[in-house]
Nanobody, 124 residues
Framework: QLQLVESGGGLVQPGGSLRLSCAPSGFTLGSATIGWFRQAPGKEREGISCINFSDDSTYYADSVKGRFTISRDNAKNTVYLQMNSLKPEDTAVYYC?????????????????WGQGAQVSVSS
């Protein structure tokens, strides 16, 4: 069964940190790209960080650059999103997704499989 399982969401105060995990199963990762996306209430889903398994190249949206870090653990077959210095505007449902289309970066329409989403709330 092909699935992406996210975990690690929750409620945190402004300035705090959270780490999201994405565990793909049933996939042959190869040259895949895994991305993190988020959707806040009333807003469109946006790509915030992606990592390519071929060359470990990464992409960050300007809104998270310097605060979020994407990484992968090959042994655990897991991709992480470390989120530091969280702000209330980071509140959203966070999704991980996977694609094998070359050059996808964080272009939403190029991703084929999606996780169920994890709620991240930043509030005092």
């Amino acid at each position: 069964q092909l699935q992406l399982v996210e975990s690690g969401g929750g409620l945190v105060q402004p300035g705090g940190s959270l780490r999201l995990s994405c565990a793909p199963s049933g996939f042959t990762l190869g040259s895949a790209t895994i991305g993190w996306f988020r959707q806040a209430p009333g807003k469109e889903r946006e790509g915030i960080s992606c990592i390519n398994f071929s060359d470990d190249s990464t992409y960050y949206a300007d809104s998270v650059k310097g605060r979020f870090t994407i990484s992968r653990d090959n042994a655990k077959n897991t991709v992480y999103l470390q989120m530091n210095s969280l702000k209330p505007e980071d509140t959203a449902v966070y999704y991980c997704a996977i694609t094998w289309r070359a050059g996808s970066v964080c272009l939403i329409h190029r991703y084929d499989y999606w996780g169920q989403g994890a709620q991240v709330s930043v509030s005092s």
